[in-house]
């Protein structure tokens, strides 16, 4: 079996070696730190972000929406795909002039109409016309979301010596 030493075996051995290389608590560093101690000597001060996958599904079958009573309330249309796009698809809209003017890039809801929204981490822009918009990868089920990682201001050959 472990030894008594192994980093494997023992309670308590994310925040010991969270301590002992003045990391800060997240997850992603957690998940470093414990192991082989080898391992910290990879993570680099520059490297300030993780990438967070969520599993969101590719759409569903469902043909009415139902009411609080389950009536049905809307119909929904036959078809996944409107104007080449899918809703899931991670796209970027240039709007060159009017209320939503700029240059906005995130996961695409679509109608039938192709007016479309655009989520990102900075919310949901509405009405966003399909002209305007080009797939920059196409929807796969998943998302993705930069995070950033709260290192420490010392640097790594300072944490990594005192070991």
Same mark, same amino acid.
């Given at each position: 079996?472990?030894? =008594?030493?192994?980093?494997? /075996?023992?309670?308590? =051995?994310?925040?010991?070696?969270?301590?002992?290389?003045?990391?800060?608590?997240?997850?992603?560093?957690? =998940?470093? =730190?414990?192991?082989?101690?080898?391992?910290?000597?990879?993570?680099? &001060?520059?490297?300030?972000?993780?990438?967070?996958?969520?599993?969101?599904?590719?759409?569903?079958?469902?043909?009415?929406?139902?009411?609080?009573?389950?009536?049905?309330?809307?119909?929904?249309?036959?078809?996944?795909?409107?104007?080449?796009?899918?809703?899931?698809?991670?796209?970027?809209?240039?709007?060159?002039?009017?209320?939503?003017?700029?240059?906005?890039?995130?996961?695409?809801?679509?109608?039938?109409?192709?007016?479309?929204?655009?989520? /990102?981490?900075?919310?949901?822009?509405?009405?966003?016309?399909?002209?305007?918009?080009?797939?920059?990868?196409?929807?796969?089920?998943?998302?993705?979301?930069?995070?950033?990682?709260?290192?420490?201001?010392? &640097?790594?050959?300072?944490?990594?010596?005192?070991?």
């Amino acid at each position: 079996g472990p030894s =008594a030493s192994s980093s494997h /075996s023992r309670s308590g =051995a994310a925040s010991h070696d969270r301590a002992r290389f003045d990391l800060p608590k997240t997850h992603a560093l957690d =998940a470093l =730190a414990v192991g082989h101690p080898d391992t910290v000597d990879a993570i680099h &001060p520059t490297v300030t972000r993780t990438l967070t996958i969520t599993s969101n599904g590719r759409g569903q079958y469902q043909r009415t929406k139902p009411d609080k009573y389950g009536f049905p309330r809307l119909n929904l249309t036959r078809v996944k795909s409107h104007h080449g796009f899918q809703t899931g698809d991670i796209v970027k809209a240039t709007v060159p002039a009017g209320k939503h003017a700029g240059t906005h890039t995130g996961r695409v809801a679509v109608r039938k109409s192709g007016s479309f929204n655009i989520t /990102s981490t900075l919310g949901t822009i509405q009405g966003i016309s399909h002209k305007r918009c080009t797939v920059l990868q196409r929807g796969d089920g998943y998302g993705y979301l930069w995070k950033e990682e709260a290192f420490s201001s010392r &640097p790594l050959k300072d944490r990594v010596s005192e070991r």
